[in-house]
């Protein structure tokens, strides 16, 4: 047996006896339902998706870029190949690939400074030539002073105007790059003169929550 519809209900805003199919007060205009829950949902099934496509086909963690010649002569010397542990710190001359985009450290090289241009005393500028190619789908931004972090002997350092002024040939590490672009420059940093570690992050993406470790020992 089905039980008849009450003839008024409450509005859930104002408290009033309203007609129980109104959809609007017809107090206080508001909306009656509970949207509110359905809107939760929806916003979180958007995010859910939005993240599917952006992390789809990206890596999680960076990978080594071997060249061509190196593999191929390395399968032939081993017969099959070996399983190699993960690799997750990366060095001068390593080209890195993390979510499409390649960053190579072509070079580390210290300076004394030259004329008006000079460290503080006790110190040297290291400078750190980079080379980031953009094979993803989607116009990157490089920033030398957001896209980088370092550590000299554990502490963190900043990069130093002064030492990539040295050099008039010297590009910064700072624009956009379209795919299938690169883009190559440098980040001078002020250190100790006694140093021992030098530690460099770059973050090609800050959605993605990864970045790729070069280690520069002296």
Same mark, same amino acid.
């Given at each position: 047996?089905?039980? $008849?519809?009450?003839? *008024? /209900?409450?509005?859930?805003?104002?408290?009033? @006896?309203? !007609?129980?199919?109104?959809?609007?007060? %017809?107090?206080?205009?508001?909306?009656?339902?509970?949207?509110?829950?359905?809107?939760?949902?929806?916003?979180?099934?958007?995010?859910?998706?939005?993240?599917?496509?952006?992390?789809?086909?990206?890596?999680?963690?960076?990978?080594?870029?071997?060249?061509?010649?190196?593999?191929?002569?390395?399968?032939?010397?081993?017969?099959?190949?070996?399983?190699?542990?993960?690799?997750?710190?990366?060095?001068?001359?390593?080209?890195? $690939?993390?979510?499409? *985009? /390649?960053?190579?450290?072509?070079?580390?090289? @210290?300076? !004394?400074?030259?004329?008006?241009?000079? %460290?503080?005393?006790?110190?040297?500028?290291?400078?750190?030539?980079?080379?980031?190619?953009?094979?993803?789908?989607?116009?990157?931004?490089?920033?030398?002073?957001?896209?980088?972090?370092?550590?000299?002997?554990?502490?963190?350092?900043?990069?130093?105007?002064?030492?990539?002024?040295?050099?008039?040939?010297?590009?910064?590490?700072?624009?956009?790059?379209?795919?299938?672009?690169?883009?190559?420059?440098?980040?001078?940093? $002020?250190?100790?003169?006694?140093?021992?570690?030098?530690?460099?992050?770059?973050?090609?993406?800050?959605?993605?929550?990864?970045?790729?470790?070069?280690?520069?020992?002296?």
């Amino acid at each position: 047996m089905n039980k $008849e519809k009450p003839a *008024v /209900k409450q509005c859930k805003h104002c408290k009033s @006896e309203i !007609p129980y199919d109104a959809k609007v007060c %017809p107090v206080c205009r508001k909306k009656q339902g509970a949207p509110g829950c359905l809107i939760v949902v929806l916003v979180v099934v958007v995010l859910v998706v939005i993240a599917a496509f952006a992390g789809g086909g990206e890596s999680s963690t960076p990978q080594k870029v071997e060249s061509t010649s190196g593999t191929s002569q390395s399968a032939s010397q081993a017969g099959e190949a070996q399983p190699q542990p993960e690799q997750t710190v990366f060095t001068v001359g390593d080209a890195v $690939e993390l979510n499409g *985009v /390649k960053t190579t450290l072509l070079s580390a090289e @210290e300076y !004394p400074g030259k004329q008006y241009m000079m %460290p503080t005393d006790g110190n040297v500028f290291l400078v750190c030539q980079f080379e980031i190619e953009n094979d993803s789908s989607a116009e990157i931004t490089v920033s030398s002073m957001v896209s980088f972090n370092a550590y000299c002997d554990d502490y963190s350092v900043n990069l130093s105007v002064t030492g990539e002024m040295l050099e008039d040939s010297w590009k910064t590490l700072d624009g956009t790059v379209a795919p299938g672009k690169k883009i190559n420059g440098v980040i001078a940093y $002020e250190i100790p003169q006694d140093w021992q570690k030098m530690e460099i992050s770059y973050t090609p993406s800050f959605w993605s929550g990864h970045d790729v470790q070069f280690e520069i020992n002296k």
